[in-house]
Protein backbone atom coordinates (compact mmCIF):
# COMPACT_ATOMS: atom_id res chain seq x y z
CA UNK A 1 0.00 0.00 0.00
CA UNK A 2 3.02 2.23 0.99
CA UNK A 3 4.39 1.95 -3.02
CA UNK A 4 0.56 2.51 -4.22
CA UNK A 5 0.79 6.25 -2.12
CA UNK A 6 4.25 6.96 -3.44
CA UNK A 7 3.24 6.66 -7.28
CA UNK A 8 -0.04 8.13 -6.65
CA UNK A 9 2.15 11.41 -5.18
CA UNK A 10 4.63 11.08 -8.01
CA UNK A 11 1.92 10.98 -10.72
CA UNK A 12 -0.11 14.09 -9.11
CA UNK A 13 2.96 16.33 -8.73
CA UNK A 14 4.28 15.22 -12.48
CA UNK A 15 0.58 16.20 -13.64
CA UNK A 16 0.57 19.60 -11.60
CA UNK A 17 3.85 20.59 -13.10
CA UNK A 18 2.32 19.93 -16.96
CA UNK A 19 -0.84 21.52 -16.26
CA UNK A 20 1.31 24.81 -14.58
CA UNK A 21 3.50 24.48 -17.56
CA UNK A 22 0.37 24.61 -20.34
CA UNK A 23 -1.48 27.38 -18.21
CA UNK A 24 1.78 29.14 -18.63
CA UNK A 25 2.34 28.19 -22.38
CA UNK A 26 -1.02 29.91 -23.37
CA UNK A 27 -0.46 32.97 -21.08
CA UNK A 28 2.60 33.15 -23.01
CA UNK A 29 0.91 32.79 -26.05
CA UNK A 30 -1.29 35.40 -25.88
CA UNK A 31 0.85 38.36 -24.73
CA UNK A 32 3.26 37.52 -27.74
CA UNK A 33 -0.03 37.60 -29.72
CA UNK A 34 -1.13 40.69 -28.82
CA UNK A 35 2.12 42.51 -27.65
CA UNK A 36 4.13 41.87 -30.35
CA UNK A 37 3.80 43.34 -33.57
CA UNK A 38 6.30 40.72 -35.42
CA UNK A 39 4.04 37.71 -33.53
CA UNK A 40 1.23 36.92 -35.11
CA UNK A 41 2.14 33.28 -35.79
CA UNK A 42 -0.02 30.92 -37.60
CA UNK A 43 -2.15 28.94 -35.98
CA UNK A 44 -0.27 25.89 -35.12
CA UNK A 45 1.92 28.23 -32.88
CA UNK A 46 -1.20 28.14 -30.30
CA UNK A 47 -0.18 24.42 -30.27
CA UNK A 48 3.49 24.27 -30.29
CA UNK A 49 4.22 27.19 -28.03
CA UNK A 50 2.30 25.63 -24.96
CA UNK A 51 3.30 22.48 -25.55
CA UNK A 52 7.55 23.69 -25.74
CA UNK A 53 6.73 25.84 -22.89
CA UNK A 54 5.04 22.49 -20.57
CA UNK A 55 7.49 20.57 -21.68
CA UNK A 56 10.31 23.32 -20.65
CA UNK A 57 8.94 24.16 -16.98
CA UNK A 58 8.03 20.19 -16.29
CA UNK A 59 11.55 18.76 -17.09
CA UNK A 60 13.54 21.71 -15.61
CA UNK A 61 11.53 21.78 -12.16
CA UNK A 62 11.66 17.74 -12.06
CA UNK A 63 15.43 17.85 -12.67
CA UNK A 64 15.79 19.95 -9.90
CA UNK A 65 13.75 18.36 -7.53
CA UNK A 66 16.22 14.99 -8.81
CA UNK A 67 19.20 17.18 -8.49
CA UNK A 68 18.32 17.65 -4.40
CA UNK A 69 17.04 14.44 -3.61
CA UNK A 70 13.63 14.89 -3.44
CA UNK A 71 12.49 11.46 -5.32
CA UNK A 72 14.82 10.16 -2.95
CA UNK A 73 12.91 11.19 -0.21
CA UNK A 74 9.56 10.42 -1.08
CA UNK A 75 10.56 6.61 -1.76
CA UNK A 76 12.74 6.17 1.52
CA UNK A 77 11.92 3.18 3.47
CA UNK A 78 10.61 4.40 6.90
CA UNK A 79 11.47 1.93 9.94
Wanted: net charge positive.
Amino acid sequence: MKNFSNKTKFKLLILTLVLIGLILGVIISLVIYFNVEAGKFIWYGWILIPICVMLIFTLSIYGILNLFGFFKWLYREKK
